[in-house]
């Protein structure tokens, strides 16, 4: 028996349905949108991202992920869409989602197989950031709490705001989220200081950054920031960035049950542009407004733990 699992988190990058949202900006992706969305290519999306879920880990990995978290994901209509696809179904995901206040109507998301891990709760932490026209609303921070091979943790899923207007006049949104997410683990670690958490995101900061060094206060092992991440997650602006982190709490880190391996991107060929001026560079679902039946601008992270009997 593999001892081994694997815990995940992917933006999957704009995984809209079809249907145009009443309270959402998601016009762009419908079938009159300028990406001309529709069920053929929304089905496709749904494929290729149960193809990449199911086979995330390092190469001698024989299990898909035991949960994940992912961002930028519409509603609860894709998540079952893609639990229940050909590479997915057999694996018995189920997920945790709440709509958020996002204005693109994009949110986080948790998924677990249930074999593995038994959920006891879960919450989310709305946030609003100033903005250029006063306060605005932005993604949830999820929290999830569960039973994973009787071991009790915690697990907060993020996706901090974007660097698009700029990294400088947005770098105090992601600030605001940091603090957030510290209050939110002094709060965890308050009602039993022997708790054990995960954090994972796309933060769009780096593990260096002011908001993960300094904002964030607790002393969390970066495992993005330690292992083997190649050349990043994502491009940003022509550049390699880890954007995407696991960050693993003390407790569970130095526990005797679940002990922690090792941490990577997975990035097979199939991931990567092949050719252009993006060659590279993850293998997106457009370029441009040309639909490549791509999968994100982000390659998947993951942590490999090892299960002690």
């Given at each position: 028996?593999?001892?081994?699992?694997t815990?995940?988190?992917?933006n999957?990058?704009?995984?809209?349905?079809?249907e145009?949202?009443?309270?959402?900006?998601d016009?762009n992706?419908?079938?009159?949108?300028?990406y001309r969305?529709?069920?053929?290519?929304?089905?496709r999306?749904?494929?290729?991202l149960?193809?990449v879920?199911?086979?995330?880990?390092p190469?001698?990995s024989?299990?898909p992920?035991?949960?994940?978290?992912?961002?930028?994901?519409?509603?609860?209509?894709c998540?079952?869409?893609?639990?229940?696809?050909?590479?997915l179904?057999k694996?018995?995901y189920?997920?945790?989602?709440?709509e958020?206040n996002d204005r693109?109507g994009?949110?986080?998301?948790f998924?677990?197989r249930?074999?593995h891990f038994k959920?006891?709760?879960s919450e989310?932490?709305s946030?609003?950031?100033?903005?250029r026209?006063g306060?605005e609303?932005?993604?949830?921070?999820?929290y999830?709490?569960?039973?994973l091979?009787?071991?009790h943790?915690?697990?907060?899923?993020?996706?901090?705001p974007s660097?698009l207007e700029?990294?400088r006049s947005?770098r105090?949104?992601r600030?605001?989220?940091a603090?957030?997410?510290?209050?939110v683990?002094?709060?965890?670690y308050h009602?039993?200081?022997?708790s054990?958490i995960l954090?994972?995101?796309d933060f769009?900061d780096?593990p260096k950054d002011y908001?993960?060094r300094?904002d964030f206060?607790?002393?969390f092992?970066?495992?993005s920031?330690?292992?083997?991440?190649?050349?990043g997650?994502a491009?940003f602006k022509?550049?390699?960035?880890?954007f995407d982190?696991?960050l693993?709490?003390?407790?569970?880190?130095?526990n005797e049950?679940?002990?922690?391996v090792t941490?990577?991107v997975y990035?097979p060929?199939?991931?990567i542009?092949?050719?252009?001026?993006h060659?590279?560079?993850?293998?997106?679902?457009?370029?441009?407004?040309?639909?490549?039946n791509?999968?994100s601008?982000?390659f998947?992270?993951?942590?490999?733990?090892?299960l002690?009997h």
């Open positions: 028996m593999n001892s081994k699992h815990i995940a988190f992917y999957l990058e704009n995984l809209f349905d079809p145009e949202g009443k309270h959402t900006l016009a992706f419908t079938p009159t949108g300028i969305w529709n069920q053929g290519k929304y089905r999306k749904i494929d290729n149960g193809k879920i199911s086979e995330i880990g190469k001698n024989q299990n992920p035991v949960f994940l978290g992912v961002c930028e994901v519409e509603n609860r209509t998540l079952k869409d893609l639990t229940n696809c050909d590479s179904s694996y018995q189920s997920f945790v989602h709440f958020s693109r994009l949110d986080t998301a998924l677990y249930t074999k959920l006891l709760n989310t932490f946030i609003e950031v100033e903005g026209m306060r609303p932005t993604r949830d921070i999820l999830v709490e569960g039973v091979f009787n071991e943790i915690h697990v907060l899923i993020n996706h901090w660097r700029g990294s947005t105090e949104k600030r605001t989220l603090r957030e997410l510290d209050k683990v002094d709060s965890i009602k039993d200081p022997k054990k954090i994972v995101g769009n780096q908001s993960l300094k206060t607790h002393d092992f970066n495992a920031e330690q292992n083997d991440f190649g050349p997650t491009r022509n550049k390699w960035v880890i982190q696991i693993i709490d003390q407790n569970l880190l130095n049950s679940l002990n922690y941490a990577g990035s060929p199939y991931l542009e092949t050719r252009g001026r060659k590279g560079s993850p293998k997106r679902s457009f370029r441009g407004k040309r639909f490549q791509g999968y601008d982000h998947p992270v993951y942590a490999v733990f090892d002690s």
